[in-house]
């Protein structure tokens, strides 16, 4: 009997801690950080059964540039039923500086403004000054994943390509079916720049 309430808690405790995780498909967590906002306007729901409403706006948002270089470790993308969600995620603590806005295209490559093929016919710039995937003092990369995100469980994300690491500015272009809202906010322990897309 014992045994079994036991079980039973360590269940429980497993459970609440997924449903904090950025990864997870609510589009708010307790840990997160008051940051620039788009406007509020409502989107059609995405893939997933019943309806949902998504809170956000198509005009460009932005935070400050942080004093010091934050480190990038990892990039993900991952499909909810109300939203896609984009993240980046960094070494330091801290609140990392981002512009975020739709670009037209063709798109180019930081630096060489060579092109750079994006699926989609429309494209979400997210630029991170003072941000890189290289770590300056141990002359070595902080971030060696992918580079071109090709989702398969999203509803509105087509491509995730970076397009630019260069002099501690950090750029990736997401190409999208169509314009359509998106939110950007701030998460911490470890520190999380999100970009939500309903």
């Known amino acids: 009997m014992r045994r079994a309430a036991f079980a039973l808690v360590l269940g429980l405790a497993a459970a609440v801690t997924a449903c ?23 989107a059609p729901p995405s893939s997933g059964s019943g309806s949902c409403t998504f809170d956000g706006g198509t005009e460009p948002v932005s935070a400050p540039e942080p004093v010091e270089v934050m480190v990038l470790t990892d990039v993900r993308v991952a499909g909810h039923p109300c939203f896609d969600r984009v993240v980046f995620e960094f070494r330091e603590p801290g609140d990392p500086g981002f512009q975020v806005g739709y670009v037209p295209g063709p ?31 141990t002359s070595s990369p902080s971030y060696n994943g992918p580079t071109d995100f090709t989702p398969s469980d999203t509803a509105q994300i ?41």
């Open 20 to 42: 904090g995780d950025d990864d997870s498909g609510s589009s708010s967590s307790s840990s997160t950080t008051a940051a620039s906002t788009p406007a509020s306007s409502s």
């Open 107 to 137: 798109i180019v490559m930081d630096g060489s403004g060579d092109p750079v093929a994006v699926q989609g016919s429309t494209f979400l710039q997210i630029r991170m000054p003072s941000a890189s995937g290289f770590d300056f003092e």
């Open 158 to 198: 087509r491509q995730v390509v970076r397009t630019g690491d260069f002099e501690a500015l950090l750029t990736w272009v997401v190409g999208l079916d169509e314009q359509r809202p998106f939110t950007v906010s701030v998460l911490h322990d470890p520190t999380r720049v999100v970009v939500d897309i309903g």
